[in-house]
């Protein structure tokens, strides 16, 4: 079954770092996405990504992120000056023209 | 403003029983409703996925949306020890590339 691939499962970075978080979707999906899970609290929305264009980001997406399809396959998060509260399990997200999107698996982010 | 509130339990139960899950909604925008399944440090599992109200039946699992009480429910039939998961709601105004809002996250475990 086809699924959602992200790596690394675990990143450790210093504060102040630039870290970038890969991820393969699935390879019929048009739409991309980016959520992250604090600890103990709810799954965030980050951003959407379409036709290589952000389609739509909260408020969390500042200028500190940005997401990129380097090519046919690959969707990155990159985060340029890692914060302390930045800490959380990142999950990227792929779906076709409707609502129904699978996830991967999530990449810890440590910033210690 | 809470978009989106879930009762996160935890919730406990003798094998064989029905569970009922459920989440309650402010933005009456919202069409399209999730139902994810999250073991401890992975990805968001998709369970089953309604348009507008009305019911969904797949296998052991049925989940409810009722729009004008905004208030969505999913339902486990025979629940097994492998159901033991924690399980989230998320609903999105449109298709495609819209963001989705998650509940906290409702934490069962079925007791063998």
């Known amino acids: 079954e086809p699924e959602v691939t992200q790596t690394p499962s675990h990143q450790v970075t210093q504060m102040g770092q630039e870290v970038i978080l890969r991820c393969v979707p699935i390879s019929n999906h048009l739409y991309f996405y980016w959520y992250r899970q604090i600890l103990g609290q709810k799954v965030e929305f980050l951003v959407s990504?379409?036709?290589?264009?952000?389609?739509?980001k909260s408020e969390i997406f500042d200028d500190q992120f940005s997401v990129e399809r380097p090519d046919g396959s690959n969707f990155t998060l990159k985060i340029r000056s890692t914060k302390l509260e930045d800490s959380a399990m990142y999950f990227c997200a792929s779906s076709v023209e409707d609502f129904r999107a699978f996830f991967g698996q999530g990449t810890r982010l440590t910033v210690v | 403003q809470k978009e989106v509130e879930q009762d996160p339990g935890p919730l406990s139960v003798p094998e064989g029983a029905i569970v009922s899950l459920n989440c309650t909604y402010s933005n009456s925008a919202f069409q399209y409703f999730m139902w994810y399944r999250q073991y401890s440090r992975k990805g968001p599992e998709l369970l089953m996925y309604t348009y507008s109200s009305g019911n969904k039946e797949d296998g052991r699992f049925t989940a409810q949306v009722d729009k004008s009480s905004k208030y969505i429910s999913l339902f486990i039939r025979d629940s097994q020890p492998s159901d033991s998961a924690t399980y989230l709601c998320a609903m999105s105004v449109g298709g495609g590339g819209n963001q989705f809002y998650f509940g906290t996250g409702t934490s069962l475990t079925v007791i063998p």
């Open positions: 990504f379409y036709n290589n264009e952000i389609s739509e």
